[in-house]
């Protein structure tokens, strides 16, 4: 991996970061069905005035054999977001926030029983250590962590959306007849996303949310600095999954809690104990320990 590739993946872990910092005040105050429409249609509206600038919005329309996959792909995106949704309802944040990090074991598995790809036992040692290290950031009491039951297999759910969804988008990206642009990829995942999302809310929320951001309007700024950042996201993910392995781009983004982390304690004050300090430097050396034994197995093979 190129000092450029690592660099983006830092920029999106930070930018995914501080968008579930954004999402988590949001979520305080309103129903994750408004801020999922709100946040997805700021979305819509940045990737337009994108693609238009691009003169990228034909590309829409030419998706000859590859539109069920697009459209598949918006539809794990919004089942890995609902399945969350469900899984915070009926079980704890903090087991979430560990069981959500196993989309990198699936991303693994899918790549050695699927993709026939070997792991070598410092792939896994070093996939391990990072998954702890990500355990002591967000805080869980590991000597007491627990499977709450049917919360706890929502979570899983959603981290296999994620892993699947990732593995999807990068064969309409390499597609050998019409490859995807990234922002027609993005385009579909987040209208898609956002359709869903619009149904639901105005069967369930009944507009219930709009009156709190009335009253509290503070929150319009958290839900547009949201869309702006699920728009980044989407492209600086999609440009790391071209050209990179997938689970590779899973294991280097394990470093967004703890870009979470720091911002909230930066900016809501949240307190930072010596463990997560500990989980953060484990996160970063054992993702190092990742990159250099890439790095290995290229010189390997060269020679």
Not at 72 to 83: A, K, P, Q, R
Not at 257 to 266: E, H, K, M, Q
Request: hydrophobic share 55%.
């Amino acid at each position: 991996m190129s000092v450029g590739l690592f660099l983006s993946l830092l920029t999106l872990s930070l930018v995914w970061g501080s968008y579930y910092v954004a999402n988590r005040v949001s979520l305080q105050y309103l129903s994750p069905f408004f801020v999922g429409l709100v946040v997805r249609a700021v979305t819509f509206l940045l990737l337009i005035i994108l693609m238009t600038f691009k003169r990228q919005v034909k590309e829409l329309f030419k998706v000859k054999g590859i539109l069920s996959k697009l459209l598949l792909i918006g539809v794990l995106g919004f089942s890995l977001d609902i399945t969350a949704f469900i899984g915070l309802r009926l079980s704890s944040a903090a087991n979430g926030a560990v069981l959500l990090k196993a989309d990198v074991l699936f991303a693994n598995l899918i790549t050695i029983f699927f993709l026939k790809e070997r792991f070598s036992y410092r792939d896994w040692l070093y996939t391990g250590g990072v998954l702890l290290g990500v355990g002591l950031v967000v805080n869980i009491d590991l000597v007491n962590f627990r499977f709450e039951g049917i919360g706890d297999i929502f979570f899983l759910l959603s981290a296999f959306f994620v892993s699947l969804n990732a593995f999807v988008i990068k064969s309409v990206q390499l597609d050998r007849v019409n490859p995807a642009s990234d922002n027609v990829v993005a385009f579909y995942n987040n209208f898609i996303t956002m359709g869903i999302f619009a149904i639901i809310f105005f069967l369930s929320d009944k507009g219930a949310s709009l009156p709190t951001v009335r009253e509290n309007s503070f929150l319009v700024l958290p839900l547009l600095y949201a869309g702006a950042m699920q728009t980044f996201i989407y492209l600086l993910y999609y440009f790391n999954l071209r050209r990179l392995p997938v689970w590779l781009v899973k294991i280097t983004l394990l470093m967004m809690p703890v870009f979470a982390t720091i911002i909230s304690f930066l900016l809501l004050k949240e307190g930072l104990k010596l463990i997560q300090v500990l989980g953060m430097i484990i996160v970063l050396m054992c993702t190092a320990g990742i990159i250099i034994e890439q790095k290995r197995k290229k010189e390997l093979k060269a020679t």
